[in-house]
């Protein structure tokens, strides 16, 4: 799977780089690309809320100052009332920004310092307080500027980024401008589609400045997002004379006393996927329960690894961990399933036992933790995981060597060299047997033939997009199993 047929998400010190290579290498002035960039937010904003009453920009002392400057110029220029409102001292401002401001002032834009209590409850607020280059929790006059921003109520456009939003990773570094529209530029920074940036962004607008592809080609990103049209594109239609046994036989392995109906979701979700056979290696207590929900699963009591032998020789691909825990039994057969050497999904216990030591990571395998499961697996906080989820999903690929799915907002998938981002999904899916659902999905395209990235690629967009559509009937009490039937209708 070919990552550059999606959209290219950059870290703030690599859409840094496209500014450069922009300006230095293609000869396109600063100031110019700056202009440009007003230009888009203004425009943008004028088809959002067409006759402000007034528009107050928030201006600070860099580059995204400079952009504000503009915009305010513009919307003077248009006859629509305009305050800047400056955080930070004017000797402070320099290169394009000083240009962009001393262009405002010439053409008369009002320009205040920002004091407390200037921000009025009227128009449109536009956020250029920050930027991409914040490297800390906001402070001062910043802080103050952002919370009365959030408290006036008025509606809001971000400049590049809310300011306080972390652009490498969407946490928000103390405080954060709430945007009800964000226009992005040149390139899209990853955190915007990740953590808590969902809650911060409003309605996400790209512009690339007109900037030759060339400069693309000039600083690769090393993260894109995905895109589901796209990726379904990797699943082959079936022929006329297609039978079961070309698209695999699954082994959910898992379903500990009083856990069941874990390993009966995976199991329903990878039929609902595609795969030829589903098999599930349970509790003996478990097997009628699994038959009387979904005559079309083939479950099987096991007492050990050594019944589970033959379970094991019959599949083409393994789920381990749904229902699993990690009783005796549990390990038993988690060390027989890692020891088959059959391609396998690993969630939930099997991750702990993992964690534990328990058994090693090994080739194809396919891990989908959760932030708590990775910490665990990296030997620090989930709050740590959190922190930087990006880093997190490759320091977890180096560590095991297997394909990683970091669940969460911004799902992320980790191997091959790659970093993949899904956006598709929602808060309603924060709810227990959703890991479950997804460990199928993705063990049902790897059986069908799809190489383990593009799978879990696949699965977690599918699993997201359906989560999506069951969600437009409200997100409260939004179940795993209302997923499933989704899955079929997404797959066509």
């Known amino acids: 799977m070919d990552p550059s047929q999606f959209e290219a998400l950059y870290t703030a010190k690599q859409t840094r780089a496209l500014d450069r290579c922009a300006i230095e290498d293609h000869n396109i002035p ?5 202009s440009r960039a007003a230009d888009a937010t203004f425009d943008s904003m004028i088809n959002h809320w067409p006759e402000p009453e007034l528009v107050q920009v928030l201006c600070g002392t860099g580059n995204n100052g400079g952009d504000g400057f503009l915009v305010a110029d513009l919307a003077h220029k248009r006859g629509i009332k305009t305050i800047v409102l400056q955080v930070g001292a004017s000797d402070k401002i320099s290169g394009d920004a000083l240009l962009a401001r001393n262009q405002a002032l010439a053409n008369g834009v ?4 920002f004091e407390d209590g200037a921000v009025l409850s009227l128009g449109v607020v536009v956020d250029a307080l920050l930027g991409t280059g914040l490297g800390g929790d906001v402070r001062g006059d910043y802080l103050e500027a952002i919370t009365e921003v959030n408290a006036a109520g008025t509606s809001v456009v971000a400049v590049d980024i809310p300011s306080g939003l972390c652009a490498d990773t969407g946490r928000v570094l103390g405080q954060a401008i709430k945007a009800d529209m964000t226009v992005t530029f040149i390139g899209l920074k990853r955190g915007l589609f990740a953590l808590e940036a969902m809650d911060y962004t409003g309605d996400l607008q790209f512009a690339d400045l007109s900037v030759p592809s060339e400069v693309y080609q000039q600083v690769p990103a090393d993260c894109h997002r995905l895109e589901l049209e796209l990726l379904l594109e990797e699943l082959r239609p079936r022929p006329a ?3 079961k046994g070309m698209y695999g036989t699954v082994l959910v392995i898992g379903g500990d006393y009083g856990m069941a109906g874990a390993a009966a979701m995976a199991a329903e ?3 609902r996927c595609g795969a030829g056979l589903v098999k599930v290696a349970t509790r003996p207590e478990h097997v009628s329960a699994l038959v009387a929900r979904a005559p079309e699963v083939m479950p099987l ?3 050990s690894g050594d019944e589970l032998e033959p379970l094991l020789a019959s599949a083409d691909v393994l789920v381990v961990g749904p229902g699993l825990g990690q009783s005796p039994w549990s390990e038993y057969l988690l060390q027989a399933a890692v020891a088959s050497g059959k391609p396998m999904v690993l969630d939930a216990d099997g991750l702990n036992m ?5 058994v090693k990571a090994r080739d194809g395998m396919i891990i989908t933790p959760h932030p708590g499961e990775a910490g665990r697996l990296l030997s620090c906080s989930t709050a740590e995981v959190q922190a930087d989820r990006f880093a997190a999903a490759r320091a977890l690929q180096q560590q095991t060597g297997a394909v990683v799915v970091l669940k969460g907002n911004g799902s992320l998938i980790a191997g091959d060299g790659q970093l993949l981002l899904s956006d598709y999904g929602n808060p309603g899916m924060a709810t ?4 479950d659902v997804l460990g199928g999905v993705i063990a049902s395209l790897l059986a069908q033939g799809l190489e383990p990235v593009a799978a879990s690629a696949l699965g977690v967009c599918l699993h997201g997009a359906a989560g999506d559509i069951a969600a437009e009937e409200g997100m409260r009490g939004l179940l795993a199993t209302d997923l499933i039937p989704w899955l079929r209708e997404l797959l066509g």
């Open 269 to 271: 979700a990878a039929l």
């Open 432 to 435: 227990g047997g959703m890991g």
């Open 110 to 113: 009002d320009i205040q310092p």
């Open 241 to 243: 004379t297609a039978h």
């Open 354 to 358: 993992l964690a534990g030591g328990k």
């Open 30 to 34: 600063g100031i110019t690309l700056m």
């Open 301 to 303: 009591g096991v007492e």
